[in-house]
T-cell receptor, first 113, second 112 residues
Framework: GEDVEQSLFLSVREGDSSVINCTYTDSSSTYLYWYKQEPGAGLQLLTYIFSNMDMKQDQRLTVLLNKKDKHLSLRIADTQTGDSAIYFCAGGMNNNAGNMLTFGGGTRLMVKP | GAGVSQSPSNKVTEKGKDVELRCDPISGHTALYWYRQSLGQGLEFLIYFQGNSAPDKSGLPSDRFSAERTGGSVSTLTIQRTQQEDSAVYLC??????????FGPGTRLTVL
């Protein structure tokens, strides 16, 4: 099955850019997702990218996909203290059996004032 | 609009008891997923419902786990004879299409 790996922790200063990285093993993932989880809360869908794209921008968020290296990144511009959370990348197969997501272990982003 | 809701938000039970966890998906969403988030295993897929089709149970960890979805809407995840390793946050997600899933706040289950 799919393996998805993320670094555990990232610390940045408010106003800087954050880059959270993810690697995956299964190149047949149809979609790749970024979710945000704040303490005690569920998963909030931030953005996703279709596997035939290499970049997607949505306001302060930029997703880059390198299919050759099976590497996905999420860049948050002008990081704010409210961005402090755990960020999960996930891959989805989207076949007739549904779109079960395989998640990475999550990257804890800490934003210092 | 209303998102995915789950109840209860917290459940503490004794080892060996049965528990039922409920998920109310977003109205009109045909697909419903259950996941489990635990410290040791991260986020794992459990079961998937799509419309009236037979569910995909490939992620259920044992036969003590079962789920049903009545009328294509509300879903109940049942864990029989709970064990301490069942302690986790159980997350439900619903999806209008095959590309996006929206998650509920989860039910934190603690088995003593």
């Amino acid at each position: 099955g799919e393996d998805v790996e993320q670094s555990l922790f990232l610390s940045v200063r408010e106003g800087d850019s954050s880059v959270i990285n993810c690697t995956y093993t299964d190149s047949s993932s149809t979609y790749l997702y970024w979710y945000k989880q704040e303490p005690g809360a569920g998963l909030q869908l931030l953005t996703y990218i279709f596997s035939n794209m290499d970049m997607k921008q949505d306001q302060r968020l930029t997703v880059l996909l390198n299919k050759k290296d099976k590497h996905l990144s999420l860049r948050i511009a002008d990081t704010q203290t409210g961005d402090s959370a755990i960020y999960f990348c996930a891959g989805g197969m989207n076949n007739n059996a549904g779109n079960m997501l395989t998640f990475g272990g999550g990257t804890r982003l800490m934003v210092k004032p | 609009g209303a998102g995915v809701s789950q109840s209860p938000s917290n459940k503490v039970t004794e080892k060996g008891k049965d528990v039922e966890l409920r998920c109310d998906p977003i109205s009109g969403h045909t697909a419903l997923y259950w996941y489990r988030q635990s410290l040791g295993q991260g986020l794992e897929f459990l079961i998937y419902f799509q419309g009236n089709s037979a569910p995909d149970k490939s992620g259920l960890p044992s036969d003590r786990f079962s789920a049903e979805r009545t009328g294509g809407s509300v879903s109940t995840l049942t864990i029989q004879r709970t064990q301490q390793e069942d302690s986790a946050v159980y997350l439900c997600a619903s999806s209008p299409t095959s590309d996006t899933q929206y998650f509920g706040p989860g039910t934190r289950l603690t088995v003593l």
